[in-house]
């Protein structure tokens, strides 16, 4: 089945310091990826997706492109700051069977970033 | 962005009593929701997933009959752990999905089974 590995953490960085999150995937079809970021206390957000190869999705200085041909879809920041601090979910998305009940999200297991000032 | 409340944030109960927990969208109408479980340091585990005025499908390897799930309406679904055991101390989240494709996600509940 479809599957989502990513790397473990916690990660512990400087501010300003640069940040990659490996995440790579299994998957039958040619599903849609995403990461979701959960931060203390709160639910899971979508932080940005990408549908198709080479799309690079982006938001709040954060990016992932999509790379069919190594199955993978690293979360990268330039710059992170303490409040980038929370847990990083990387996922894929598979219709599934049945078209009613698609986007099944596969999970990986999240990454704990903690960010020092 | 779109609010998905849970209640209660955590539960600690007795082994054989049964569990409900809520799950709210505050600020839109969902027509498909998610029950998903996660166990320390492992994935979320998608268990069921449910339309408006449709039964619940449940995931492979997920009881039906344990972990009752009812789509009451476009705003709330309810989890219901039934004869819990310690086994299915948990943190359970819940998801709604409203128009288009993104799904969001409450903050979870934490149960504990003694």
């Known amino acids: 089945g479809d599957s989502v590995t990513q790397m473990e953490g916690p990660v512990t960085l400087s501010e300003e310091a640069f940040l990659t999150i490996n995440c790579t995937y299994t998957?039958?079809?040619?599903?849609?990826l995403f990461w979701y970021v959960q931060y203390p206390g709160e639910g899971l957000q979508l932080l940005l997706k990408a549908t198709k190869a080479d799309d690079k999705g982006s938001n709040k200085g954060f990016e992932a492109t999509y790379r069919k041909e190594t199955t993978s879809f690293h979360l990268e920041k330039g710059s992170v700051q303490v409040s980038d601090s929370a847990v990083y979910f990387c996922?894929?998305?598979?219709?599934?069977?049945?078209?009613?009940?698609?986007?099944?999200?596969?999970f990986g297991a999240g990454t704990i970033l903690r960010v020092k000032s | 962005g779109a609010v998905v409340s849970q209640h209660p944030s955590w539960v600690i109960c007795k082994s054989g009593t049964s569990v409900k927990i809520e799950c709210r969208s505050l600020?839109?109408?969902?027509?498909?929701m998610f029950w998903y479980r996660q166990f320390p340091k492992q994935s979320l585990m998608l268990m069921a997933t449910s339309n408006e005025g449709s039964k619940a499908t449940y995931e492979q390897g997920v009881e039906k009959d344990k972990f009752l799930i009812n789509h009451a309406s476009l705003t709330l679904s309810t989890l219901t752990v039934t004869s819990a055991h310690p086994e299915d101390s948990s943190f359970y989240i819940c998801?709604?999905?409203?128009?288009?494709?993104?799904?969001?996600f409450g903050p979870g509940t934490r149960l504990l089974v003694l």
């Open positions: 998801s709604h999905r409203g128009t288009g494709e993104t799904q969001y």
């Open positions: 600020d839109f109408q969902a027509t498909t």
């Open positions: 998957a039958t079809g040619y599903p849609s």
């Open positions: 996922a894929l998305s598979d219709l599934g069977l049945d078209m009613e009940y698609g986007n099944k999200l596969v």
